[in-house]
T-cell receptor
């Protein structure tokens, strides 16, 4: 049973560029959440997708956007990259509340470096 | 969601029990206590959760005080692979709720 997968594992971009990160949820999961983890800090919630819609959003600017596809996979897009966007980006999947979901399962993350 | 307080770091000898405390004095009646851990450069891993009764699974035990204002995660026989940052999180049950991570406790298991 494949767990949560993310691609790419590492990425280097320059300031002002745009980046797209991808996530495939654990088999059977329909909800995907994205987190940003700066070095030495705990993960910070960006947003959550369910039924192809953004359901919750953390305190992140509009430069951060996402998408969920009919197969439940998801993308995180970041525009106009800043040096401060350098972080580990984590995807977590879960079953929706209506499906009896509870705990979230995390992928290995994508390490983004902005130069 | 209620905030939690954890010691920044702890050491434990290999083979001994590791007891990780968490303070959540503002927890409300319908909030659960969740524990996750994060081994260096990996994604967080779910360990256990509970409401008010003690819980045990194959990874750990969770002891919640009667007033629910604090809890302890117990790793009964710590190994070197248990070295990680451990996060105590309080939230309402259900995956719709985001996880709010604090700074966690860096547990180092010593040989």
């Amino acid at each position: 049973d494949a767990g949560v997968t993310q691609s790419p594992t590492h990425l280097i971009k320059t300031r002002g560029q745009q980046v797209t990160l991808r996530c495939s949820p654990k088999s059977g999961h329909d909800t995907v959440s994205w987190y940003q983890q700066a070095l030495g800090q705990g993960p910070q919630f960006i947003f959550q997708y369910y039924e192809e819609e953004e359901r919750q959003r953390g305190n992140f600017p509009d430069r951060f956007s996402g998408h969920q596809f009919p197969n439940y996979s998801s993308e995180l897009n970041v525009n106009a990259l800043l040096l401060g966007d350098s972080a580990l980006y984590l995807c977590a999947s879960s079953l929706s509340v209506v499906s009896g979901g509870n705990e979230q399962f995390f992928g290995p993350g994508t390490r983004l470096t902005v130069l | 969601d209620a905030k939690t307080t954890q010691p920044p770091s702890m050491d434990c000898a290999e083979g001994r029990a590791a007891n990780l405390p968490c303070n959540h004095s503002t927890i409300s009646g319908n909030e659960y206590v969740y524990w996750y851990r994060q081994i260096h450069s990996q994604g967080p891993q779910y360990i256990i959760h509970g409401l008010k009764n003690n819980e045990t699974n194959e990874m750990a035990s969770l002891i919640i005080t009667e007033d629910r204002k604090s809890s302890t995660l117990i790793l009964p026989h710590a190994t070197l692979r248990d070295t990680a940052v451990y996060y105590c999180i309080v939230k309402l049950r259900g995956s719709a709720r985001q996880l709010t991570f604090g700074s966690g406790t860096q547990l180092t298991v010593l040989p």
